[in-house]
C-alpha cells in the first residue's frame, strides 16, 4: 500500500488535468447557458485550484453559488442577507480594530474575516458589481494592517496570543481564502502565508515555542480551531509545514491540559464532556477535523465527528435546531427554554458541520438536519428584513435583533449561515443530481461526467408541499436525480412523466430515480403539509409545541387576538389534533414576510378565568412559524401549555426577589422550566422570591418550585429551619410569617440533600387568606464555594 505522502503525490501530477477538465467544464456550461437564454442569470467564475488534492472524495460535491438562484422564501432571505446587512455593512468599521489596535473588544478582529466569506459567496451567488467593488477594498485594507513578522490581529504587542487573536487569524484566512478561491485575485495570498507562517514558527511542541492550548480560552478549543484555515491553506499552497502544524494541533488537543476532543468523543461519544463544553468553539474544531479528514484520510476524525453528530441530534437539539444554552453543552435533555438560549454562532456551526458530513457521506439523514435548522433556527436568528441578526433566539421572549457590532459575535455569523445555503441546497454525486432543500430556483449544474443540467424548480414550499422540478439538456442523457423525502411526511408522491414511482429510499437516504431524462421531462412530487404536535418531556411536561410540516411554529402576542396581549395568558386545549383544529391561512400585512406567507389558526383555550373568558370558552388564535415569530418585536413562545390546569393566582402578577441575579427566567409564567437566581458572587444571610398584587385575591395554597441546584449553591440551607412562606394582608403592608415549606429536605449549606430542578414544595393554609402578596424566605446555600451563596426559584404559584 502506498505511504499517505506518495498517494498525495500521485494525486498532484494529476493536478492541471483537473484544473483543465474544470475550465472546460464551466466554458461548456457558460456556451451552454447563453445558447438557452440563461446567460444572465449565471456567470462563469473558475474557482482557483488547490495544489494538493485530497485524499477523501466528497460524495456530494459543494455547490459553487454561481450555479443556484434560489427565488422563493429561501431566495428572499438569502436576497435581504445581501441587500440590507452584507451591502451595507460599514467595512470601515470592520477594519477598525486592525487600523487602530486593540480594538473596540478582545473579539474584534474576528469579524472582518467573517464578512469576506459570507460576502464573497453572496456576491459569488448574485455577481453584484458594488459588492465586489466593497469586498476588493475590504481585502486590500486589511492586508495593509498586517505588520512586519505576519500579525494579523487586533491586540497589541504586549498582549498577543493571550484570548482571541489565533481565533482572528482563524477568520481572516478563511475569509482572505474564500476571496481568492472566487474572485482569482490572488494579492493577498504572501498575507496568508506570512499569517501561517507565523502561527507555524510561534506554537508547537518543540523546545522553544509556545503552547496553543494556552493561547486562548474554552480548554484552548478557540485557538485550535484554526485548523480549518491551516488546511485549506495547505491544500492551496502545497507548503508542508501548514500540514504539519495541523498535526500539531491534533497532537495539542490529547496533551494533559489539552480538551481530548477525539479521545473523549471515541470513548465517551458524549460532546458535554469534550473540554468545557463550550459548543461553538468545539464545533468549530470540529469543522476543521472534517476538512483535515478530508485531506488526509484518518477514519477516526470522521467516527469521532459522527459520535459528536448523533449525540448532539439524539440528547442536546432544540425542537428549532438550536443546539446549547449558555453557550455550552449540557446534560441529557437538559434544555431550558430561557437560559441563553440558541447561539446564533452555535447554529451556524451547526449548520457548516452538517454541510461539511452531507458532503463527505452523502447521506440524506445531514440535509434532514439542514432544513431543520436553516427553516427554523437560522432564519428564526434573523430579521426577516436581514438587516439585523438575534445572539441568543430562544424558544420563548422577544428576539433581541441588533445590527450593532459592539458585543455582538453573532452578527458576523449569521450572514455566513445564510450566504451557505446555496452550496448544498441542490449538489450533484456520482449518480448525478441531489436535491436536499425543496425551492422555487433554477440550478445549472454539472455532472460527474461534466455535461451540465439545468434544474428549474416551481413550488411555494414550504407554504405548499406542491414541487414540479423541470430538467434542462442540451441532449439526452442517463443519470439519476436523487431525492430527499421530509421526515415529517408519512406519504409522499412521487410522479416522472405523470407516472407514479416508488418513493422508496436507499441506502444514503434518498429516492433515486435512474432513467434516461429529456429536456423538458417533469418530475412531480407532493409532500402532504399537515400540523403535528409534539407532547413535551423534562422541562416542557405538561406543555405541546405544534409544527406544521417542516415548521416549528409559535404563539405571538400581536396575533392572540381578544384583547390578549401576553403569550402566557392562552394554553392548548389539548394535544389532540382535532381539538386543535390547526388550519392555515394567509398572514396578515403586519407579518406577511414573503408573498406565500402563512399564519396558523388554532383552538386554544385562556390560562385564567374572566368574565370575557370563562370555563370551557375557547378561544381561537393564530400561531405564526418561528422563522417569523417575533420579528416586531413582539413576545413570542413555542412551548405551550395543555390546558387550563389548576387555576394560578398568581400567574403573570409582579414578581420581586432579594437579588436580581443572572438567570433570565420568571417565577410567575406558568413555566416551570424556567427559573431565576439570586446569585450575585456574594454571601448573604436570606434571599426570597416574591409576587405582590394590585388586588386580593382569596389563596388556600402557595406551591413553590425549586429552579437549579449548582454546584455553589442554588437552594435553601434548611439547617437552620426550612423555608418560610409569608404573605401581606394589605396592599403594601408587612410580611407575615404564617408557616414554613414543611416537606422541604433536610439540606445544609453545602448539601442539597438530593435535591432536583423542578421539585415541587406546597403549603396548605388552615383556611382560605385573602393576600395581597406572597414571599417564599430562607437562607441562601453555598455549596463548594463558600465565598457566596445564593438560592433559585422557578415558579411560585397559588390557588
Not at 359 to 374: D, I, P, Y
Not at 377 to 396: I, P, T
Request: aromatic share 10%; with cysteine; charged share 20%.
Amino acid at each position: 500500500m502506498p505511504t499517505r505522502h506518495n498517494v498525495f503525490a500521485v494525486k498532484t501530477a494529476k493536478k492541471e488535468k483537473v484544473i483543465a477538465m474544470k475550465r472546460l467544464k464551466f466554458f461548456v456550461g457558460f456556451l451552454i447557458a447563453v445558447s438557452s437564454g440563461l446567460g444572465s442569470l449565471f456567470a462563469v467564475i473558475v474557482p482557483v485550484p488547490d495544489k494538493v488534492v485530497c485524499a477523501v472524495a466528497d460524495r456530494q460535491a459543494f455547490t459553487q453559488p454561481d450555479e443556484i438562484r434560489l427565488n422563493g422564501w429561501l431566495g428572499s432571505r438569502i436576497d435581504a442577507n445581501e441587500a440590507n446587512r452584507l451591502a451595507k455593512l460599514d467595512v470601515n468599521r470592520l477594519l477598525e480594530g486592525y487600523r487602530k489596535r486593540p480594538g473596540r473588544q478582545s473579539w474584534d478582529g474576528e469579524h472582518v474575516g467573517k464578512w469576506l466569506h459570507a460576502a464573497t459567496l453572496a456576491w459569488v451567488n448574485t455577481g453584484d458589481p458594488a459588492l465586489r467593488d466593497k469586498l476588493d477594498y475590504t481585502a486590500a485594507e486589511l492586508i495593509k494592517c498586517q505588520q512586519d513578522d505576519g500579525y494579523l490581529g487586533t491586540y497589541l504587542a504586549k498582549d498577543r496570543w493571550t484570548e482571541w487573536d489565533v481565533w482572528a487569524h482563524k477568520y481572516n484566512l478563511i475569509g482572505l481564502i474564500t476571496y481568492m478561491r472566487y474572485t482569482g485575485n490572488m494579492a493577498p495570498l504572501p498575507c496568508c502565508r506570512r499569517m501561517g507562517d507565523l502561527l507555524c514558527n510561534t506554537f508547537g511542541d518543540e523546545p522553544g515555542k509556545r503552547d496553543i492550548i494556552k493561547a486562548g480560552e474554552h480548554v484552548g478549543m478557540a485557538p485550535t480551531s484554526v485548523l480549518e484555515p491551516m488546511v485549506l491553506l495547505y491544500r492551496l499552497t502545497g507548503e508542508k509545514r501548514y500540514l504539519e502544524f495541523c498535526q500539531y494541533i491534533l497532537r495539542a488537543w490529547e496533551q494533559p491540559d489539552g480538551p481530548k476532543i477525539v479521545s473523549t468523543l471515541l470513548s465517551l461519544k458524549r460532546v458535554d464532556r469534550v473540554g468545557d463544553a463550550k459548543a461553538y468553539e468545539m464545533l468549530s474544531c470540529l469543522n476543521g477535523a472534517l476538512e483535515y479528514y478530508r485531506t488526509v484520510g484518518d477514519p477516526k476524525l470522521l467516527e469521532a465527528c459522527l459520535d459528536a453528530w448523533q449525540d448532539i441530534v439524539n440528547n442536546r437539539l432544540y425542537i428549532t435546531g438550536a443546539a446549547s444554552y449558555g453557550e455550552v453543552f449540557h446534560d441529557d435533555f437538559d434544555l431550558p427554554n430561557v437560559a441563553n438560549v440558541g447561539e446564533t454562532c452555535v447554529t451556524v456551526t451547526w449548520e457548516q458541520f452538517n454541510a461539511q458530513l452531507l458532503r463527505l457521506t452523502g447521506e440524506a439523514r445531514f440535509a434532514e438536519q439542514l432544513e431543520h435548522v436553516v427553516l427554523n433556527q437560522l432564519f428564526g436568528a434573523q430579521k426577516c428584513d436581514g438587516s439585523a441578526w438575534g445572539y441568543y433566539v430562544q424558544m420563548e421572549g422577544r428576539k433581541p435583533y441588533s445590527a450593532n457590532l459592539d458585543g455582538h459575535c453573532c452578527l458576523s455569523s449569521g450572514p455566513r449561515g445564510i450566504s451557505l445555503i446555496p452550496t448544498f441546497a441542490l449538489s450533484t454525486d456520482a449518480a448525478g443530481v441531489v436535491v436536499n432543500l425543496y425551492e422555487a430556483g433554477t440550478a445549472k449544474l454539472f455532472l460527474s461526467d461534466h455535461s451540465p443540467v439545468t434544474i428549474t424548480t416551481v413550488t411555494h414550499y414550504p407554504t405548499d408541499g406542491n414541487v414540479r422540478i423541470t430538467m434542462g439538456l442540451g441532449e439526452e442523457k442517463n443519470f439519476a436525480v436523487k431525492l430527499r423525502m421530509p421526515a415529517w411526511c408519512q406519504s409522499p408522491s412521487v410522479r416522472v412523466q405523470g407516472e407514479s414511482v416508488a418513493a422508496a429510499a436507499g441506502a444514503d437516504g434518498y429516492v433515486a430515480i435512474q432513467r434516461s431524462w429529456k429536456n423538458g421531462d417533469q418530475i412531480e412530487l407532493a409532500f402532504k403539509l399537515k400540523p403535528r404536535v409534539v407532547v413535551g418531556d423534562h422541562r416542557n411536561a405538561g406543555k405541546i409545541a405544534v409544527y406544521y410540516g417542516p415548521l416549528v411554529l409559535a404563539a405571538e402576542a400581536d396575533l392572540l387576538g381578544d384583547g390578549l396581549s401576553n403569550t402566557r395568558a392562552v394554553a392548548l386545549p389539548s394535544a389532540d389534533l382535532a381539538a386543535l383544529a390547526v388550519t392555515p391561512q394567509p398572514a396578515p400585512d403586519n407579518v406577511r414576510t414573503w408573498p406565500s406567507a402563512q399564519v396558523f389558526r388554532v383552538n386554544a383555550v385562556p390560562r385564567r378565568v374572566s368574565d370575557q373568558a370563562a370555563p370551557g370558552v375557547i378561544l381561537p388564535i393564530r400561531l405564526i412559524p418561528f422563522a417569523d415569530a417575533g420579528n416586531s418585536g413582539s413576545e413570542y413562545r413555542v412551548w405551550l401549555p395543555v390546558g387550563r390546569g389548576e387555576l394560578d393566582l398568581l400567574l403573570d402578577e409582579k414578581e420581586s426577589r432579594s437579588r436580581r441575579g443572572n438567570a433570565p427566567g420568571s417565577i410567575t409564567d406558568g413555566d416551570p422550566g424556567t427559573f431565576v437566581v439570586t446569585f450575585n458572587g456574594k454571601p448573604a444571610a436570606e434571599d426570597w422570591f416574591a409576587v405582590t398584587l394590585a388586588a386580593p385575591v382569596d389563596v388556600k395554597r402557595v406551591e413553590f418550585v425549586h429552579g437549579k441546584t449548582f454546584h455553589d449553591g442554588g437552594w435553601f440551607d434548611a439547617s437552620a429551619g426550612k423555608p418560610q412562606v409569608q404573605v401581606q394582608t394589605a396592599k403594601g403592608g408587612t410580611w407575615e410569617t404564617v408557616d414554613v415549606l414543611k416537606d422541604y429536605p433536610a439540606t445544609t449549606a453545602t448539601s442539597a440533600a438530593g435535591l432536583t430542578s423542578g421539585e415541587r414544595f406546597t403549603c396548605q393554609f388552615p383556611s382560605t387568606m385573602r393576600i395581597y402578596g406572597v414571599r417564599v424566605v430562607g437562607k441562601p446555600a453555598s455549596g463548594d464555594n463558600p465565598q457566596q451563596a445564593f438560592a433559585s426559584c422557578a415558579e411560585l404559584s397559588a390557588d
